[in-house]
């Protein structure tokens, strides 16, 4: 499997929210199976949001995940590599976010059929998006996924991938919730060995 393939269902990925540490991670490929390996170099970010974000909240939401995601692997003894440096193993890191409603809030929305207004489309209409950090109302928040793939540089093959999803009601839980979960999928793998 090529790592476009492995990315395609990653476009379709976004954050604010990562998945808490207490749901379930998904795996795919034995960490017992993996080739020793001291270095990593990130290859690919895929992060997607429910709703039009700045650029400067996407480069900050962006620079939160990865340093998430690369610390934990730091943690268990592995170096990240930069530049044109081999690394013994490539990671591939995905955020998706959606936003939820209750039943209750579904509900009243869907009594209130109104003309919508298709001016917020249009990037020059002046119209800003909410900050990220803006409180949701009640009954509104945030689910979503995290992905963390490792891929064989030789081959561009999956070697071991996790997944988590989880739910979360403000950036900040959400953030929280991304690093603990990160932490939590790289538990799984062997600590890096020595060279």
Not at 20 to 35: F, H, K, N, T, V
Not at 152 to 157: E, G, K, L, S, V
Request: charged share 25%; hydrophobic share 35%; with cysteine.
């Amino acid at each position: 499997m090529t790592t476009k393939k492995i990315l395609t269902p990653i476009a379709t990925i976004s954050l604010l929210l990562g998945a808490c540490a207490s749901d379930p991670i998904e795996m795919a490929g034995d960490p017992g199976a993996l080739p020793a390996f001291q270095t990593f170099k990130v290859q690919e970010e895929r992060y997607v949001f429910p709703e039009q974000i700045t650029d400067d909240q996407r480069a900050k939401v962006s620079s939160e995940l990865r340093a998430a995601a690369v610390g934990a692997l730091q943690s268990r003894g592995y170096r990240e590599v930069t530049g044109s440096e081999p690394a013994d193993v490539l990671v591939v890191l995905g955020a998706v976010s959606r936003t939820t409603m209750t039943a209750a809030v579904e509900q009243d929305l869907s009594k209130h059929i109104n003309p919508v207004d298709t001016t917020v489309f249009d990037g020059s209409s002046g119209n800003t998006p909410a900050p990220v950090g803006e409180q949701r109302p009640p009954g509104v928040g945030r689910e979503g996924d995290l992905i963390l793939y490792l891929i064989d540089p030789a081959t561009q093959r999956s070697l071991w991938r996790a997944s988590s999803s989880g739910a979360a009601t403000t950036p900040g839980e959400a953030l929280r919730k991304a690093r603990s979960t990160y932490r939590s999928m790289v538990r799984k793998l062997p600590e890096a060995k020595p060279a």
